[in-house]
């Protein structure tokens, strides 16, 4: 009878609100809500460097044995090429340890595993506003959370003053949790000289950086992406960061993903791993194959992977269409709010700040779907859709 006693959980913010449009029964429905690119015609693409890696794979592929419980060593090389750079990675590849993981929300978990054991009185900061699902994972995991400032609501961009003056007071031997580009859920980086002062602050305080590096490419592009991570990783000896390939790649369902470890020393990198494949065989063992090859084959071969930056370029051209789409629907509908701010933002997010009877009345009325907060997915946005969007908001604002 244990089961008769639990109460239902409450559903997940995001992926509950796919629940509700699922079940909603009206044709001018629309998503805006989980973080998923879509293509003009409203469908998740598989890329055609995706295809061809499968053919390949499925030609030479022998057997469906259990991987390492590291991964595949080739991936792990790979990413780190792609995270870090050739020049930065040729410099310190004996400071660095990879693991694959099942995408970045596990390389997450792992990584805030690995903290709890060797700094259990650890805080963990994050940004206000963060990804709703990072006080869970690192909950899970033991950690109390506390908020640094981040997203000005009025400027609609990075408070990079009160993020600093907030991180100053950091204390030595706690973890901070940084977006690397693309932020979710506000659109909003920091520009250069943001990373660098953030930089001599996390040196001079002696805090562990831990990077959320979901959406390489996504932003102004796969080099320009890791700018601001470089720019750290230059002053402080150590880091972490969680990388994925569920956008760039498209590999959402495969959960492709890896947790990168820079440590000060060789040494101190290969007991790092040897502790976080200790903590990944206990909590799943080893990671999924099939996409993680996928993922090794496209970045190893030369032509898949001029072909997956060209695709991964027509995506972000796309968002960034669609962002100056939406800025100039809802300026020609009168609104009497200035939307520019979208065109400036970067990658599938934007905060757009309507409230939250503004949301309600856009999923109750109108069958658009929003996260609470008033954050869109921009990249759920297409020819057929965006009209019928404005006008709603339109609606919504006049209201």
Sequence with gaps: MFFNQIDPAPSDPILGLTEAFNSDPRATKVTLGVGVFVDDQGATPVLECIRRA??????????K???????????????????????????????????QTPGGTGALRVGAELLKAFRPQATLWVPNPTWGNHPGVFGAAGFSAKAYPYYNAATKAVDVDAMCAALEQVPAGDVVLLHVCCHNPTGADLDAEGWARVAEIAAKAGWLPFFDFAYQGFGAGIEQDRAGLLSMLQKVPEALIASSFSKNMGLYGERVGALLLVAESAPAAAAGLSHVKRLVRVLYSNPPRHGGALAAMVLADEDLRRLWVEELTAMRQRIQSVRQQLVEGLAARNTGVDFSFIARQNGMFSFSGLDEAQVTFLREEKGIYLVKGGRINVAGLNTANLDFVCDAIAESLKR
Excluded: C, K, M, N
């Design 54 to 63: 499968e053919r390949l794979l499925w030609e030479t592929e022998r057997t």
């Design 65 to 99: 044995t259990y991987l390492p419980i590291s991964g595949i060593r080739e991936y792990g090389q790979s990413v780190a090429h792609l995270v870090f750079g050739s020049d930065f990675h040729a410099l310190a590849a004996d400071r660095v340890a990879v693991a």
